[in-house]
DNA sequence: AGGCCCGAGATCCAAACGGCATTGGACCGC
DNA sequence: GCGGTCCAATGCCGTTTGGATCTCGGGCCT
């Protein structure tokens, strides 16, 4: 599991679509589609319906979208607080 | 910032040292030793204070510890609960 | 039936990662 | 002072991973 994986699925839960979640990250849509096949490897579940119209959250996805909601969110605010320490008086040098 | 990335630092922080990290993580040395320069060079801040015994944790470095072992809590937890919720029987066929 | 979306698979290529061997620097005992 | 030791960092190479492009399969709608 990677950190690009739980960002592709969260778009694509948003979305309801590979192709729409693709361009909103700027990614071609099979890379986006790959991973997210993957990322059900890995959990052994799937966490997508595939619908003909496009891709509806399955129950496990909703388990997991509110966990990759806040792993995504701790990793901007660790790398936040990071940066920001840098820039404390405490800190002279790093 | 990789999820790999995170448990290079957390493990080089436990230990002290990037060679016993390394070994703990079942990795040669160099990867972790690079994982966690590039790590540094993406937050922009020296997480460890290099020293000829060892690598000891920096002002950001304890910063980043707390949140960075958050993160690889709630990563496993996300995969315990979607593994979990495929066992139930609200989820017939996942 | 024909066109149309949508996701999935195949193939190719570039970037990332890891392992090995080696270097460079600080400390130790002699 | 000098060789030995322990540490992290770097160069090089093989392998792996990920993305781009092109293409296919399958419902849906008119």
Redesign the interface.
Same mark, same amino acid.
């Given at each position: 599991?990677? +950190?690009a994986q739980i960002r592709y699925f969260v778009t694509v839960a948003e979305e309801g679509h590979v192709g729409r979640a693709a361009a909103r990250l700027r990614v071609a849509q099979p890379a986006v589609s790959r991973q997210i096949r993957s990322l059900e490897d890995? +959990?052994?579940? $799937? +966490?997508f319906e595939r619908t003909p119209r496009g891709m509806r959250l399955?129950?496990?996805g909703r388990?997991?979208l509110d $966990?990759?909601r $806040?792993?995504l969110a /701790? *990793?901007d /605010?660790?790398?936040e607080? *990071? $940066?920001a320490? *840098?820039n404390?008086p405490? %800190?002279a040098r %790093?």
């Open positions: 599991m990677s +950190l890995e +959990l052994g579940a $799937r +966490l399955a129950a496990p388990v997991f $966990r990759a $806040r792993i /701790d *990793v /605010d660790a790398a607080a *990071v $940066r320490s *840098v404390t405490s %800190c %790093c």
